[in-house]
């Protein structure tokens, strides 16, 4: 049975990944552990970033609130102005094409080869 990532499931491995990268950096110096929430995508999505300067640490979940925002601008259902919502109006009629990345790059396309380890 084949099952899909989806976007809160990919959301969610991003940032637990991310907590579990930064648990050894915990163990040298004093650290502050900075929380916010931010309500995106249909669920509150939450960021933990544990760093000595809290200053950095609230950069950091700055940084990744602006990317889940493009990524709900970009890809939301419920608004005529997303590539989402363009595509669903004007895909029967007429080549719709995605927005560029920031940066003007369009983004990699991710790969379906199944994940596993190489010896």
């Not at 950069?59 to 990744?64: F, G, T």
């Not at 919502?85 to 094409?97: I, K, Q, S, T, Y």
């Amino acid at each position: 049975m084949k099952h899909e990532i989806g976007r809160r499931e990919f959301v969610g491995l991003g940032l637990g990944a991310f907590v579990v990268a930064s648990i050894p950096l915990t163990r040298h110096r004093p650290q502050h552990i900075v929380r916010r929430t931010l309500p995106v995508m249909g669920t509150i999505a939450q960021f933990a970033v544990v760093h000595r300067d809290e200053r950095t640490a609230h950069a950091a979940i700055d940084a990744a609130m602006a990317e889940l925002l493009w990524v709900e601008r970009t890809m939301t259902r419920f608004t005529d102005t997303s590539d989402i919502g363009r595509a669903n109006l004007r895909a029967a009629r007429e080549v719709v094409p995605a927005r560029l990345r920031r940066g003007g790059h369009r983004p990699r396309r991710l790969s379906r080869a199944p994940l596993h380890a190489s010896r």
